[in-house]
């Protein structure tokens, strides 16, 4: 399959860790954000998003900061399992226009 | 299965070959987007329709992509004369009001 982790970011994180993967946007106009991920051969899986009228959005296991001043989002991931390995992806998007992705970062999970 | 499917899943062809994809959305998404994703990098806008019309071309859709979606349900994308720097996963997503769900892909190689 596709090893989509080639020349990206790396995060290498203790299973049972908490990771924070960090993204910067550039558009100001953008008014929601998504974080997928993607493992080997497959096509990117929503995690969670948020609209820039929220800063703080949790999911299961996950939650998503949005700080607009300084065009910055996060993802933290709470109890890192090594299921949670794969590359993340942000992405951003101004009303209903297209979605553009961020830089991936790759998250191994150390057993 | 109610999410994004797209087929073929793998389509190996000779450079000078047309090939077709076909991606079938969530069915009551009225947004249906194609995106390309080259190794290590996060994918890239290709096309974006709005039930039937295709409301956006990026500039790496070249004269010899089209994309359709006749009855604004499922849509095609079509490559004449393939190159080889045309091998690529080639991935579709549908949309609601605002999450945005990808299929699985299509992993083109071109010989």
């Known amino acids: 399959g596709e090893n989509v982790g080639l020349h990206l970011p790396t995060l290498s994180v203790q299973e049972g860790d908490n990771s924070i993967i960090n993204c910067a946007y550039s558009?100001?106009?953008?008014?929601?954000f998504i974080w997928y991920k993607q493992e080997s051969g497959k096509g990117p899986q929503f995690i969670i998003d948020?609209?820039?009228?929220?800063d703080k959005r949790q999911g299961q296991r996950v939650t998503v900061l949005l700080n607009k001043t300084v065009k910055h989002l996060s993802l933290q991931i709470a109890a890192t399992q090594p299921g949670d390995s794969a590359v993340y992806f942000c992405?951003?998007?101004?009303?209903?226009?297209?979605?553009?992705f961020g830089t991936g970062t790759k998250l191994q999970v150390i057993p | 299965d109610t999410g994004v499917s797209q087929n073929p899943r793998h389509k190996i062809t000779k450079r000078g070959q047309n090939v077709t994809f076909r991606c079938d959305p969530i069915s009551e998404h009225n947004r249906l987007y194609w995106y390309r994703q080259t190794l290590g990098q996060g994918p890239e806008f290709l096309t974006y329709f709005q039930n039937e019309a295709q409301l956006e071309k990026s500039r790496l859709l070249s004269d010899r992509f089209s994309a359709e979606r006749p009855k604004g349900s499922f849509s095609t994308l079509e490559i004449q004369r393939t190159e080889q720097g045309d091998s690529a996963m080639y991935l579709c997503a549908s949309r609601g009001l605002y999450e945005q769900y990808f299929g699985p892909g299509t992993r083109l190689t071109v010989t």
């Open positions: 992405a951003e998007s101004a009303g209903y226009q297209k979605v553009t």
């Open positions: 948020i609209r820039s009228n929220m």
């Open positions: 558009n100001s106009a953008s008014d929601y």
